[in-house]
């Protein structure tokens, strides 16, 4: 007997330093990494090889529960082949070759025991969330079961696997791979090609060989699950290259159960350790599972290790459309705001470590880790499809396609009782409303969840116990949403069109079903295959959106799907329909109503009034601020000097603070005036970052930043209480004030300012202007605006404030009349005014310009001028002259927003039946105090905003 050698071993935490570590390890698996995914180790397989094998020599069925051990076993052991002094495991080879023949007899027995119900197990799990996130890139296994490609399908990650098991796949093979590969060292069952009997497994291919040596040599090779029993793995691949391998001088790591003694391994392991000596290490585990799921993970998700970047260069061609690389998108592309969010959220669900604060850095390495994003030759970032669809600011400019039609059809009565827009006047023209929605995903997901909240509005069933009931189950709407944005075909031309009527909703995208699906489904469509109860039919033409999609919350579950659709509108008592077109080009899915729900047009069942399921933050995020603040000494104190001293001149914000003067314009460029009246050679740059160290460093930010929107917003066209921290738009010469804006459906139009006449005298009693109360705060280490719609009343349609001492009694009590799905329409309507409709925003601090158009113009033409201060005050985004001179606040323009699907809220409010009668009241009440400052009996009362106004001084 051969000397035991002098084998050295190590902790699994050495093995994990060895995962994350440089040069990224080789994993190599065997049949014990596949137990617990319903695949038999040697010796169980070669006893129901005997059993297969016994029922077919003796006309029986092997699932025939009367067959017993004691028929077989002894018939197994009478072979002359089998060697009664070795383990049952030692006769596997000998049992394949001889119990199953002809070579189809094989076939079949493994595809019917690799057919196993089992799902992978949970060390199959985190083993792909290592290959997604770079930390192994290559897996050589001696099995045959599709453990990991099937795991990679349900938990969507990673996002591609290039699986070699035949010559045919060797060109997908590369020492650097830019995906994850996985090489069956074995063969396929399915291509007749399987090593299992004695001659197939002295050798390896020799091509396989040639290219898998060099692998070895440069990188450490950690072994799971596998006996090291057979001579193609051990001899021909690892013991006869080891020479030229310099001994696997990256060390290899020999993982074995905890209790297992060192010289009850197979002789070909022992003489691998001899052979390469200290470059040969034993690891004690407990198991494949323990060993990914618990040690390793547990330890990663404690470390603060770099990530190896999975994703190659753009030189490689993508496996999936959503992979490939975007000309001319970049990073200056993205959508940062939702960017940030998403990606925190994706990890946070994935338990990968965050950063605090996220930084561009750390983003830029996810975008990276998550195939949104790849380096090109030059060492740029350029995005993919799935990064330009999910978080570019205009995918439409590249990806033109990337659409949505949704179309509302219904008499007008329907129309407004179930969008209940403002803007959706009694004289509709037509009985059908279509828009198309654009922007990101997120953002064409949020603009269809809008509608579709809407339309979804619960109503009192009678009978003997009245009851309220949805027309569609939520959770059924989201999971067709986000089925038709992440599954349809983005090659092709067509968008995804929505048809929502007051009987159903019909979702048609482009694409039918994938490979991986249709032969799922076989010959029976997918709706019967699920109608008849089967779940877990999956597959994805666009795995990368998939993934953002289930990681950032908005798929619930791993294989629901359309399972849950039908189950959930069944139960609801609807009705639900889909499957590809016959040419699968097109796949379409279509939800009936509750058959009661359809009377509510008729007025058969009585509708519950509904506090809208959709709920906005009156926040706009501040995405950008600049890096520094201006600071210089000066002779004035306070800023009636400053308009004292710089008459009729265009002042940037600025504020005073012992005997300085800060502000976020460099006092040293040419056109700023506040050099005139600063100590010269005394400018000092400061960053924000100390500015903003202390509470009062944070309010004077507050204050130099209120100034700028009040900035923004007086070259918007509004007018500014800056005492009262407010804005609404002034009457035209002609009257009433109208916006033009886009709207969720339709391009629609807004009136801000309205004449309230009189009825006793037929005369404008006072004016009502719609307002934007305005205010910087901070969240957590987040600076946000928040927005608070509201009124504001005025005598003469401008500045004549009604009653000032009573204006903000009279606009909340106004305010209070707006129920919260007209709230939120504010709300968005309001950010479209800051952002003229962009999904970001900078405030407008450049150089004065003139005005376009004259303040008198009249009529409709009033639209034209307001619309005219967009593209002014956003030229200096094409990087016109001094561009970046400009100090840059940016802010995100998109509300955050979630959907809360809870009935109680409808039943617990109510839309009160007296409300007309509050606004009479209202108005009767603004009416008279009108009257009164008329005939003079408040003559004191403020009339102008504020005296020598900050933002008309400018």
């Known amino acids: 007997m051969a000397a035991i050698p002098n084998i050295q071993s190590a902790s699994v935490g050495r093995l994990y330093s060895v995962l994350v570590g440089q040069p990224t390890p080789v994993l190599l698996l065997g049949a014990g990494a596949s137990v617990r995914s319903g695949i038999p180790l040697a010796a169980d397989m070669v006893e129901q090889a005997a059993r297969w094998a016994y029922a077919r020599e003796h006309g029986r069925s092997p699932k025939d529960p009367r067959l017993l051990r004691s028929d077989w076993f002894p018939w197994l052991k009478a072979k002359p082949w089998y060697d009664l002094t070795g383990s049952v495991a030692d006769n596997y080879p000998p049992a394949i070759e001889n119990l199953l023949q002809p070579r189809q007899a094989r076939a079949d027995f493994f595809r019917e025991l690799l057919q196993t119900k089992i799902n992978p197990s949970v060390g199959y799990e985190k083993l792909a969330e290592f290959l997604h996130q770079g930390l192994v890139k290559t897996v050589l296994t001696t099995n045959f079961d599709m453990n990991l490609p099937d795991v990679k399908v349900r938990i969507r990650r990673p996002h591609h696997i290039d699986v070699i098991q035949t010559p045919s796949d060797y060109t997908k093979f590369s020492t650097i791979p830019p995906y994850p590969q996985q090489v069956f060292l074995h063969g396929s069952v399915d291509h007749y090609t399987d090593k299992n009997i004695l001659d197939e497994v002295q050798h390896l291919d020799p091509e396989l060989v040639r290219m898998i040596a060099p692998l070895l040599r440069d990188h450490p090779l950690i072994v799971v699950g596998y006996r090291g029993a057979e001579p193609s793995v051990m001899q021909h691949l690892l013991l006869e290259n080891a020479e030229q391998a310099y001994n696997y001088r990256h060390g290899i790591y020999w993982c074995k159960m905890k209790g297992d003694r060192v010289e009850s391994l197979p002789p070909m392991v022992l003489a691998l350790a001899s052979a390469i000596g200290a470059n040969f290490t034993l690891v004690d585990i407990d198991g494949f599972d323990e060993l990914f799921a618990r040690d390793l993970w547990l330890l990663h998700q404690d470390a603060d290790a770099p990530l190896a970047m999975a994703s190659g260069t753009g030189a490689a061609p993508a496996p999936t459309l959503d992979m490939d690389v975007v000309n001319l998108a970049g990073l200056d592309d993205l959508d940062w705001p939702t960017v940030r969010a998403r990606l925190v959220l994706y990890c946070e669900a994935l338990q990968i470590r965050v950063p605090a604060p996220p930084d561009r850095a750390w983003i830029v390495d996810r975008l990276l880790q998550t195939n949104l994003a790849v380096r090109d030759d030059k060492g740029g970032v350029q995005l993919t499809t799935a990064g330009c669809l999910l978080f570019s600011q205009g995918p439409q400019k590249l990806i033109p396609q990337a659409g949505v039609t949704l179309r509302v059809s219904g008499n007008g009565e329907w129309l407004r009782r179930a969008l209940g827009e403002k803007g959706l006047e009694s004289g509709l023209a037509s009985d059908v409303l279509e828009h198309t929605i654009k922007g990101n995903l997120w953002a064409q997901y949020d603009g269809i969840n809008d509608v579709l909240t809407s339309v979804n509005r619960p109503f009192r069933l009678k009978g003997e116990q009245s009851e309220t009931v949805l027309p569609y189950p939520p959770l059924a709407l989201k999971e067709v949403v986000v089925n038709a944005l992440v ?94 077109t016959r040419n699968n080009d097109e796949f379409e899915v279509v939800i009936m109503t509750r058959p009661e729900a359809v009377d509510e047009v008729t007025g058969t069942a009585t509708p519950v009034v509904l506090t809208t399921s959709r709920y906005a933050a009156n926040i706009l995020e501040v995405v950008s601020l600049p890096e520094n603040i201006y600071h210089a000494g000066t002779e004035l104190q306070h800023h009636r000097q400053l308009f004292a001293a710089l008459p009729n001149e265009w002042l940037p914000p600025s504020i005073f603070l012992s005997g300085r003067l800060y502000s976020f314009h460099d006092f040293e460029h040419p056109r700023n005036p506040l050099a005139k009246v600063i100590d010269d050679g005394d400018v000092e740059p400061l960053l924000l970052t100390e500015f903003t160290a202390d509470q009062e460093g944070e309010r004077r930010l507050v204050q130099l930043l209120n100034l700028g929107l009040e900035k923004h917003l007086y070259r918007r066209g509004l007018i500014v209480d800056r005492k009262r921290k407010r804005a609404y738009f002034p009457r035209t010469e002609a009257g009433s004030r109208s916006i033009a804006y886009q709207a969720r459906l339709r391009r629609a139009k807004r009136t801000v300012v309205k004449a309230r006449v009189s009825p006793r005298t037929g005369t404008v009693s006072y004016w009502e202007h719609e307002a934007l109360g305005y205010r910087f705060d901070k969240f957590g280490a987040t600076w946000g605006l928040l927005l608070e719609p509201g009124y504001v009343f005025t005598f003469d349609g401008a500045k004549g404030l009604l009653a000032p001492d009573r204006v903000n009694r009279l606009s909340t009590k106004r305010a209070a009349r707006d129920y919260n799905a007209t709230v939120h329409q504010d709300l968005s309507f309001w950010a479209w005014c800051l952002s003229g409709g962009e999904i970001s925003f900078a405030l407008d601090l450049s150089w004065p310009r003139p005005t376009q158009v004259a303040d008198d113009a009249a009529g409709d033409a009033d639209d034209d001028r307001w619309s005219d201060v967009h593209p002014m005050q956003v030229e200096r985004a094409g990087g016109g002259e001094d561009a970046n001179r400009y100090p840059h606040i940016v802010l995100s323009a998109r509300l955050p927003t979630v959907t809360v699907n809870d009935l109680e809220l409808a039943l617990g409010n109510s839309e009160e039946s007296d409300s007309d009668d509050a606004l009479e009241a209202l108005d009767e009440e603004l009416e008279g105090l009108a009257e009164e400052q008329r005939l003079g009996a408040s003559a004191a009362a403020e009339t102008e905003t504020e005296e020598a106004d900050y933002a008309d001084q400018s």
């Open 487 to 580: 599954h349809r075909d983005y090659s092709v031309t067509n968008p995804i069109v929505i048809d929502v009527t007051a009987a159903s909703i019909r979702i048609t995208n482009p694409g039918g079903l994938v490979d991986e699906v249709q032969r799922r489904v076989e010959a029976g469509s997918i709706e019967e295959e699920i109608r008849r109860g089967r779940r877990g039919i999956k597959g994805y033409r666009n795995p990368v959106l998939a993934d953002l999609f289930y990681g950032s919350g908005e798929m619930d579950k791993a294989g629901s799907g359309l399972s849950d659709v039908y189950k959930t509108v069944r139960s609801n008592g609807g009705d639900v329909r889909f499957g590809p």
